[in-house]
């Protein structure tokens, strides 16, 4: 679904593997030897591509990918505003994501690419055979997961739409689900495309096609605002033509991004030919690799419709809702993706051959090296999501029908979001090191007590305060599950592979605590002096911004190199070196 609403609403739920981004890296080598710059590309096989050349296809289009998939969330709440209609768009999008997720998503990254790899280098015709076995199965398990979905889109607006909110809004999310939920049947055939054209060291098209989604997305919106205009309006308002509209235009934009894969099958080689004989696949041995990774994304989507319904029924009382605590978690997930994403793609390969090999003091010093670089580079950010949450939210959202009330309500959310970047990240680090043992096994009970502890917490929140918290109370509640993730997860690697250098880490977070704190009080002041208030003009927002984060930032890296942070300098360092080349 390239950058779609249910990866940034849903994005990696705590242990499922993301995908490589392909961005620039920050080498972990780096860190204890002369500075270097190194990228993450997929598994070359030998003769096929260039690793270089792909890393820099696979970065290009991951940054453009990122930029559309942004100007997408822009579109569609300029559009449609953060209310009802908004939200039952946000909502109904998730469905095919979800039910997507549910089959294939996490399976698809722990089992069936490792799986392509090994047929590939293993049998006579390279994997050609097994690869178009799969797509026969798929295609056809694929369609009728999306006929049983749309058959059930009203059980699924029921869930997740919530029956406290009105047959209006209810039947709004159905309608667009009956439009959105084939949805599935070309996300998943478009995912297992782009699976066999990685084996074959093809990355540009699987990187570029979601850009092509987005834009279709894109113009979509444009012409709901030609047509109809930038309004809020109630969900009895919503005409089956602006219905057709925004759930035919947005399936259509997963139907591009699929049919532009096509050819890139051709040219690598492969022909698609149906092949039915299923038994070859090895199902069994399917089903018992992939069985805990499923147990871990259906405990997932639990959390998932838990705080779906939650939020729907604050979105019902007009407070912030779906769609703007979607936009908050895409903010948090750039930076999680730009940063920790980067570093985890670096550590996977080392920790996994060092785990392999049984040196568990090396998956032990990648793993504290990699949590303390996590920490010091993502605090700044976190430290302006925080302090200019509302001129973020301003710049970056005010547009159309999307209000002045809408962005206060998204600076509330974000403040609270940036709780949850770093241990959201270092849970991630923690649950890549049991992947690297490897173990799917463990991610997958240690998720049962934290989608739990978050459910319970999420829950009590709503409970406790009043709807105009309950979007902010819920990403608290991602966060307390966070670090809780963090604790189990760390004690569980103790047992494992042995201490994991708490002290060190220990001691690098309370200076990058203390350079944060320090930098956050140096923004507040900057923006007690600077023009604007709580609602301030688009203007006012852009200067509080860029004087208030160059603040922020130069007051940061300041601190981190006087506390002696190693891991800022090091960074500055290879900053430097890139400056003057």
């Given at each position: 679904?390239?950058?779609?609403?249910y990866r940034?609403?849903?994005?990696m739920?705590h242990?499922?593997p993301?995908?490589?981004d392909?961005?620039?890296?920050?080498?972990?080598?780096?860190?204890?030897q002369?500075?270097v710059?190194?990228?993450?590309s997929?598994?070359?096989?030998?003769g096929?591509?260039?690793?270089a050349?792909?890393s820099a296809?696979?970065a290009?289009?991951?940054l453009v990918?990122?930029?559309?998939?942004f100007?997408?969330?822009?579109?569609?709440?300029?559009a449609l505003?953060?209310l009802?209609?908004?939200?039952?768009?946000?909502?109904?999008q998730?469905?095919p994501g979800?039910v997507?997720?549910?089959?294939?998503?996490?399976?698809?990254t722990?089992?069936?690419i490792?799986?392509?790899?090994?047929?590939?280098?293993?049998?006579?015709?390279?994997?050609?055979?097994y690869?178009q076995?799969?797509?026969t199965?798929?295609?056809?398990?694929?369609?009728v997961?999306?006929?049983?979905?749309?058959?059930?889109?009203?059980?699924?607006t029921?869930?997740?739409?919530?029956?406290?909110?009105?047959?209006?809004?209810?039947?709004?999310v159905t309608?667009?689900?009956y439009?959105?939920?084939?949805?599935?049947f070309f996300t998943?055939?478009?995912a297992?495309?782009?699976a066999v054209l990685?084996?074959?060291g093809h990355?540009?098209a699987?990187?570029?096609?979601p850009?092509l989604n987005?834009l279709?997305?894109?113009?979509t919106?444009g012409?709901?605002?030609a047509?109809?205009?930038?309004?809020?309006?109630p969900?009895?308002?919503?005409?089956?033509g602006?219905i057709?509209?925004?759930?035919?235009?947005?399936?259509?934009?997963?139907?591009?991004?699929a049919?532009?894969?096509?050819?890139?099958?051709?040219?690598?080689?492969?022909?698609?030919r149906w092949r039915?004989?299923?038994?070859?696949l090895?199902l069994?041995?399917l089903?018992?690799?992939?069985?805990w990774m499923f147990?871990?994304?259906?405990v997932?989507?639990?959390g998932?419709a838990?705080?779906?319904?939650?939020?729907?029924?604050?979105?019902?009382?007009?407070?912030?809702?779906p769609l703007?605590?979607?936009n908050?978690?895409?903010l948090?997930?750039m930076?999680?993706?730009?940063?920790?994403?980067?570093?985890?793609?670096a550590?996977?390969p080392?920790m996994?051959a060092?785990?392999?090999?049984?040196r568990?003091?090396d998956?032990?010093?990648?793993?504290?090296?990699?949590?303390r670089?996590v920490?010091?580079?993502l605090a700044?950010?976190a430290?302006?999501?925080?302090?200019?949450?509302?001129?973020?939210a301003?710049v970056?959202f005010?547009?159309?029908a999307f209000?002045?009330?809408?962005?206060?309500?998204t600076s509330?959310?974000l403040l609270?979001?940036?709780?949850?970047?770093i241990?959201f990240?270092?849970?991630?680090?923690?649950t890549?090191?049991?992947y690297?043992?490897?173990d799917t096994?463990?991610?997958a009970?240690?998720?049962?007590?934290?989608?739990?502890?978050?459910?319970?917490v999420?829950i009590?929140?709503?409970a406790?305060f009043?709807?105009?918290?309950?979007a902010?109370?819920?990403m608290?509640g991602n966060a307390?599950?966070?670090?809780?993730?963090?604790?189990?997860?760390?004690m569980l690697l103790r047992r494992r592979?042995g201490?994991l250098?708490?002290?060190?880490?220990?001691?690098?977070?309370?200076?990058?605590?203390?350079?944060?704190?320090?930098s956050a009080?140096?923004g507040?002041?900057?923006?007690q002096?600077?023009?604007g208030?709580s609602?301030?003009?688009?203007?006012e927002?852009?200067?509080r911004?860029i004087?208030g984060?160059?603040?922020i930032g130069?007051?940061?890296v300041?601190?981190?190199?006087?506390?002696?942070?190693?891991?800022?300098?090091e960074?500055?360092?290879?900053v430097?070196?890139?400056?003057?080349?």
């Amino acid at each position: 679904m390239g950058d779609g609403l249910y990866r940034s609403a849903n994005a990696m739920p705590h242990g499922v593997p993301p995908p490589a981004d392909g961005a620039t890296l920050i080498s972990i080598e780096s860190l204890d030897q002369p500075m270097v710059e190194t990228t993450a590309s997929a598994p070359e096989p030998p003769g096929e591509g260039n690793a270089a050349g792909n890393s820099a296809v696979m970065a290009i289009g991951s940054l453009v990918s990122r930029g559309t998939g942004f100007l997408r969330t822009v579109a569609l709440g300029s559009a449609l505003g953060s209310l009802a209609v908004g939200n039952a768009y946000t909502t109904a999008q998730i469905f095919p994501g979800m039910v997507y997720e549910f089959l294939l998503g996490g399976i698809l990254t722990s089992v069936l690419i490792p799986v392509l790899v090994r047929r590939r280098k293993a049998d006579p015709d390279q994997g050609q055979a097994y690869a178009q076995r799969l797509l026969t199965l798929a295609v056809f398990a694929l369609g009728v997961a999306a006929v049983i979905a749309v058959v059930l889109a009203p059980v699924l607006t029921a869930l997740y739409g919530s029956d406290q909110t009105s047959e209006d809004f209810q039947r709004l999310v159905t309608l667009l689900s009956y439009l959105m939920l084939p949805m599935i049947f070309f996300t998943g055939l478009s995912a297992l495309i782009s699976a066999v054209l990685n084996v074959r060291g093809h990355f540009a098209a699987p990187m570029w096609t979601p850009i092509l989604n987005n834009l279709v997305v894109i113009a979509t919106f444009g012409i709901y605002i030609a047509v109809f205009g930038a309004k809020v309006i109630p969900a009895d308002e919503m005409t089956p033509g602006r219905i057709a509209l925004l759930g035919g235009g947005t399936l259509l934009g997963v139907v591009v991004q699929a049919a532009g894969l096509v050819p890139a099958l051709r040219k690598v080689g492969f022909r698609w030919r149906w092949r039915f004989d299923f038994r070859a696949l090895g199902l069994r041995e399917l089903a018992r690799l992939g069985g805990w990774m499923f147990c871990y994304v259906a405990v997932s989507q639990i959390g998932l419709a838990v705080l779906f319904n939650l939020l729907n029924r604050a979105g019902d009382a007009d407070e912030a809702g779906p769609l703007i605590y979607n936009n908050v978690f895409l903010l948090v997930m750039m930076a999680h993706g730009i940063v920790a994403v980067s570093i985890l793609t670096a550590l996977m390969p080392r920790m996994s051959a060092a785990a392999a090999e049984g040196r568990y003091a090396d998956v032990v010093a990648d793993l504290s090296r990699g949590t303390r670089v996590v920490t010091a580079v993502l605090a700044p950010i976190a430290v302006c999501y925080a302090v200019l949450a509302n001129p973020i939210a301003v710049v970056l959202f005010r547009y159309g029908a999307f209000s002045a009330k809408s962005a206060t309500a998204t600076s509330v959310v974000l403040l609270v979001g940036a709780l949850a970047l770093i241990p959201f990240a270092v849970s991630q680090l923690f649950t890549f090191a049991f992947y690297a043992l490897p173990d799917t096994k463990t991610p997958a009970l240690i998720n049962i007590p934290v989608v739990g502890i978050r459910i319970v917490v999420q829950i009590g929140l709503f409970a406790a305060f009043s709807a105009s918290f309950a979007a902010a109370g819920l990403m608290l509640g991602n966060a307390v599950s966070y670090l809780a993730a963090v604790v189990i997860t760390a004690m569980l690697l103790r047992r494992r592979i042995g201490r994991l250098g708490l002290g060190e880490i220990t001691k690098t977070l309370g200076k990058v605590l203390v350079a944060a704190l320090a930098s956050a009080l140096v923004g507040w002041l900057a923006l007690q002096l600077l023009p604007g208030d709580s609602t301030p003009s688009r203007l006012e927002a852009i200067i509080r911004l860029i004087v208030g984060g160059g603040l922020i930032g130069a007051s940061y890296v300041g601190l981190a190199m006087l506390l002696r942070i190693s891991e800022i300098s090091e960074v500055v360092q290879l900053v430097r070196q890139k400056v003057g080349r």
